[in-house]
């Protein structure tokens, strides 16, 4: 038997946060800037560890995932998720260039994405021109 604050129990008003990642990479993949945003809690927070950068805000990481540089594509490889937390494993392209990227989401109370850390496989420095969107730390 499960309590309310087991957290296997799962609450049936709630969005499942696996669902809510998928629609999130196909939002991006398709570049809908709308559904993409619906997937996002208001005070969602982004991290990149490697170029100790946050972008805050719905508003925010919505504009840096919509200006990001380059012809990019990515495909999801896989997707592991427990409740209020799910880790993608995705396949990224820009141009020629090919790389892997973990993903760490945390979810809100309506299932929305509050937090995601993407980890990439070397450090690098961001690309010019997203100064104003992120923080360095």
Same mark, same amino acid.
């Given at each position: 038997m499960t309590s309310s604050t087991d957290p296997r129990t799962t609450d049936p008003h709630t969005t499942d946060l696996?669902?809510?990642v998928e629609s999130f990479w196909a939002?991006?993949?398709d570049?809908?800037?709308t559904a993409f945003a619906d997937t996002l809690a208001e005070d969602v927070v982004y991290t990149l560890p490697q170029t100790r950068e946050h972008v805050s805000g719905?508003? #925010? %990481?919505?504009?840096f995932n919509r200006e990001y540089p380059g012809d990019w594509h990515l495909r999801v490889e896989r997707i592991v998720a427990e409740p209020g937390q799910v880790v993608t494993w995705v396949h990224f392209t820009v141009?020629?260039?090919?790389?892997?990227?973990i #993903? %760490?989401?945390t979810g809100d109370a309506?299932?929305?994405v509050l937090t995601m850390t993407d980890f990439w496989?070397?450090?690098y420095e961001p690309p010019a021109g997203r100064e104003h969107l992120v923080e360095r730390y």
């Open positions: 696996r669902e809510t939002a991006a993949e570049r809908n800037w719905r508003e #925010s %990481f919505v504009r141009g020629l260039e090919e790389m892997y990227g #993903s %760490f989401f309506e299932g929305r496989p070397e450090p």
